[in-house]
């Protein structure tokens, strides 16, 4: 039976100071890209490009993901590929930011820190 699980992937803080982050997980044996979109909204998609493999980055400008090798694109919100009608594209993954009690108590936490959810055997 799979349970869910979750990885540390970064923290809030960083996420705004660097725009994106990646980061390898063996538990899961993918590179993963996390970002802040233009609209302040938190994304985490694998960040290997699904035409031969190359590094997938947030480009800020354009507001999209890019790979650093043929320069295909990418949607932030879906990971289909824009360049090309193939159906592969990124594969997105569940995240949750922790704690996540904005709302709740009406504070900003700097710290807050964000997971990726992945099922394990
Ligand atoms: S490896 Fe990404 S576009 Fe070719």
Do not use: A
Request: proline share 2%; with cysteine; hydrophobic share 30%.
């Amino acid at each position: 039976m799979k349970k869910l699980s979750s990885l540390f992937l970064t923290s809030k803080k960083t996420l705004k100071k660097d725009r994106y982050i990646i980061k390898y997980f063996e538990e899961i044996k993918d590179e993963i890209i996390c970002f802040i979109d233009d609209d302040e909204n938190i994304k985490v998609f694998s960040s290997i490009c699904s035409h031969f493999g190359g590094e997938i980055f947030y480009d800020k400008k354009q507001n999209i993901l890019r790979c650093k090798w043929h320069d295909w694109k990418f949607c932030k919100n879906t990971g289909k590929c824009l360049s090309y009608p193939i159906t592969l594209g990124l594969n997105p993954y569940e995240f949750e930011v922790k704690p996540n009690e904005l709302k709740k108590y009406d504070i900003k936490s700097e710290d807050e820190k964000i997971y990726i959810i992945y099922e394990r055997e």
